[in-house]
């Protein structure tokens, strides 16, 4: 019987509003630190819980103490320095890091964080990073000669992080890089920059990568020294699986099946469609179903909504074709 | 010799000073239920007066509206035309900035003006000439998925059809000048010159207005061939994000105007007057007969808010020293 269509998420999860509000509170200075922590602590220990319900796989910490997927990492970095808000879209807006001089990790980013979570559950819980391409293409740069020079040095600091995870027993290091299929050109400095940052790793390693243009990175995108290529497949209403008819995707997929920047809750039919035409060209123990991106986004009422329903659907795939986890 | 100054898209929306009106504050008050859609646009309004105020003080020549209403460069034209339906995001090429991809469902057609009112209250809100704003047709057929042409020569220039005919409704409200975001001219191969040049003959067919055809984060090289003759009135190019534009500077037809963009609009450093005015100076050594304004190189909203402001100032100190002939 073949295994696989394993369940999990791409990272972030939402913040409830209270925790919205003392993060609110705590820039104004009207809580201290302590208190933040031990109020990311509860409702981390919270996101555990209900993942754990649902029936997910592989789980994650919820990143309920990180504001935005680069800048969280900048502020704990010497090198850096924070701007004032930019907008990606919309309405939504982030603080982008400014390279102001040579950045090195002088302390952990997420090791603390991994080691409460994965004391809360029996289930594997995934380290969670940022790639260095990534760090580097979506920071202001006011210090560094050449971009190369900077994704390396960010390549370094991910690479003591990552090693720092696997020590603390990390099974699963994701280390994202959605700005990889922005700028084919610079697709080789990606890759050698994620092989250093996954320099000694022998943890099973997944990046994430979405909203680009694949038709200019793929099949080359398959060089990336990872074991895992977690992409938004919903999106793009599955289209990626016709590029996949031409060349086949070899490794292992996070195969999303969920939109995260819609409100709507997905019926469990239309993911197990989606499911079903993915199983068309890719092996069950291929897959990987999780989220099109981070929950964040979503209320936290909708994020679970959306993830039963996928877990639901999974369940009847599973059953239907006869596949175990 | 004076050089125009003026800006390259939209604008950043939030305030710098404590107490202004925050359209994101507003924006996030309605989403909650706590605020209403007219409180929202009262947000734009007040938001759009402020840009331009800032221009205005500033000392732009040209200002432009600022977009405070647009959620990016594409969705709020494309779905304002018939024969589009808006998708998912997409990253909008490499700035870590996502848009909404227009889908072609059906013959693109234009039915009525889609900015033009918007325009017409703005300009009244300034005292100088305000230059409109449009996507470019070729990048927006590029930007979308096209589910009815099959052919780009034919999306594109259906694109082109239509924005000209947004554009004629800009004329009609006023406008003089009529700025053109064209970003995948940048990314364009020789082999796309066709369809390039489909989209902007359509689009700059029979205009009163001046046209800027501006290509931020590329050089339009490989097709400046394909476009040379069109009847646009200047070139925009981005030189610090694409320095071979500088090999446009000797093929420009006499008479035309040509867009410098010096002023970085994706990097918080700030630049000096000096080198500006010297990069001013060396377009001037290479072709004296054009005309030049001097811009940043793409829409400041990828900066913040504050540090947008003091690039504007940079831009017309470099102005200012490069009228002096300083460098």
């Not at chain 1, 820039?27 to 993942?51: K, S, Y």
């Not at chain 1, 603080?95 to 409460?116: C, L, Q, S």
């Not at chain 1, 019926?267 to 035409?277: F, N, P, S, V, Y």
């Not at chain 2, 909404?100 to 889609?114: A, D, F, L, N, S």
Request: glycine content about 8%; aromatic content about 8%.
């Amino acid at each position: 019987m073949p295994r696989g269509l394993w369940t999990t998420t791409v990272g972030s999860f939402p913040k409830p509003p209270h925790l919205e509000k003392a993060r609110q509170q705590f820039a104004r200075g009207e809580i201290t630190a302590d208190r933040l922590g031990e109020m990311e602590r509860e409702e981390t220990v919270a996101v555990i819980r209900r993942q754990e319900a649902i029936g997910l796989d592989l789980l994650v910490d919820g990143e309920l103490y990180r504001g935005d997927m680069t800048t969280y990492f900048a502020e704990l970095t010497p090198g850096y320095a924070v701007s004032n808000p930019v907008r990606s879209y919309g309405n939504r807006y982030y603080r982008k890091p400014v390279a102001v001089g040579p950045i090195r990790r002088t302390k952990e980013w997420t090791v603390e964080w991994w080691k409460f979570a994965q004391a809360q559950t029996k289930l594997p819980i995934k380290g969670m990073l940022t790639g260095p391409y990534t760090m580097m293409d979506w920071s202001f740069n006011e210090h560094y000669p050449s971009r190369e020079a900077m994704t390396m040095d960010l390549a370094a600091a991910i690479n003591d992080e990552a090693l720092a995870l696997q020590e603390a027993g990390a099974k699963y290091i994701q280390i994202d890089e959605p700005a990889i299929s922005v700028r084919p050109e610079e697709l080789p400095l990606a890759v050698k920059a994620f092989a250093r940052a996954t320099q000694g790793i022998k943890a099973k390693t997944i990046t994430h990568i979405c909203y680009g243009d694949f038709d200019v990175i793929y099949p080359a995108l398959l060089d990336l020294p990872v074991d895992q290529i977690d992409l938004e497949m919903a999106n793009s209403r599955y289209d990626l699986l016709d590029r996949f008819r031409v060349n086949a995707f070899t490794k292992e997929i996070g195969y999303g099946v969920l939109d995260v920047h819609s409100h709507r809750i997905e019926t469990k039919d239309e993911i197990k469609e989606g499911i079903l035409r993915g199983l068309e060209v890719l092996k069950p123990e291929q897959m990987y179903v999780d989220p099109d991106c981070g929950l964040k986004t979503r209320t936290v009422e909708e994020a679970f909504a959306k993830l039963e329903a996928m877990v639901a659907a999974v369940r009847e795939v599973r059953a239907e074709k006869g596949i175990t986890a | 010799m004076k050089i125009q100054t003026t800006l390259a898209g939209s604008y950043p929306k939030l305030p710098t000073v404590a107490g202004d009106v925050n359209l994101r504050v507003v924006r996030n008050r309605r989403d909650a239920g706590k605020a209403t859609d007219d409180e929202v646009a009262a947000a734009v309004r007040a938001t759009t007066r402020r840009m331009i105020e800032l221009q205005n003080r500033i000392g732009i020549d040209l200002p432009m509206e600022g977009q405070a209403g647009w959620d990016d460069a594409q969705t709020f034209v494309a779905r304002g035309l018939e024969g589009i339906r808006i998708a998912g995001l997409l990253r909008y090429l490499d700035t870590n900035t996502y848009y909404r991809q227009p889908e072609i469902v059906g013959p693109i057609r234009w039915t009525g003006p889609i900015t033009a009112g918007e325009f017409r209250e703005a300009q009244a809100l300034s005292a100088r000439p305000l230059k409109a704003f449009l996507p470019g047709p070729y990048s927006l057929y590029r930007f979308s998925k096209d589910m009815r042409y099959g052919d780009p020569t034919e999306g594109a220039r259906s694109f082109g059809e239509a924005l000209g005919r947004e554009a004629a409704a800009l004329e009609e409200a006023g406008a003089t000048w009529i700025h053109v975001e064209e970003p995948w001219i940048g990314h364009a191969r020789a082999a796309d010159g066709r369809a390039v040049r489909a989209a902007l003959e359509a689009f700059l067919a029979g205009h009163r207005a001046k046209t800027m055809i501006h290509v931020p984060f590329g050089s339009p090289m490989a097709v400046f061939d394909s476009i040379r003759d069109l009847p646009w009135t200047a070139i925009g190019l981005d030189l610090v994000g694409a320095p071979a534009g500088w090999e446009i500077l000797p093929l420009v037809p006499k008479g035309r105007t040509v867009g410098l963009g010096l002023i970085d609009a994706r990097n918080t450093r700030l630049e000096a007057p000096e080198a500006v005015a010297g990069a001013v100076a060396r377009a001037r050594g290479l072709r004296p007969d054009l005309d030049y304004h001097l811009s940043p190189t793409a829409s400041l909203e990828y900066l913040p808010a504050d540090t947008a402001e003091k690039k504007l100032e940079r831009l017309v100190a470099s102005a200012a020293l490069a009228a002096k002939g300083g460098a």
